[in-house]
């Protein structure tokens, strides 16, 4: 089978992925990891935020207004940290040995040009 210049570009592409992805799939555990500590941490400093006003007796609109800012500020950020941790730490867990369907694709592949070439069919 003869293969294009794009085909083996494509193939060594994913060779390098297969080579790659032992120290990747560490370098996104380790990610989702740090990202779903930073993400909670704010969430913490921002629960405490909140619940700092309510336990204050003077009705200090200013500080309040303040701490819904910054609540409305972090929340998005923080929910987004937590969902990339999610998916890093999915994709991580999902693919610990590798893609199964690149691998496949390349045994076949190696085993497809390692075969000596056969006698022409005539028809």
């Known amino acids: 089978m003869e293969l294009t210049p794009q085909e083996r570009k494509q193939i060594e592409r994913l060779r390098k992925q297969e080579r790659q992805w032992p120290l990747t799939r560490w370098i996104l555990l380790g990610g989702g990891v740090i990202a779903a500590a930073e993400g909670i941490y704010i969430l913490l400093l921002l629960f405490g935020l909140i619940s700092l006003h ?70």
């Open 54 to 123: 309510s336990n204050t007796t003077s009705l200090d609109n200013a500080h309040f207004s303040d701490n819904i800012l910054a609540f409305a500020v972090f929340w998005p950020q923080c929910l987004l940290m937590m969902g990339c941790s999610f998916w890093f730490i999915a994709v991580a867990r999902r693919d610990w040995h590798g893609n199964i369907q690149n691998r496949l694709l390349l045994k076949l592949l190696e085993v497809q040009q390692n075969q000596p070439p056969g006698p022409a069919k005539i028809t």
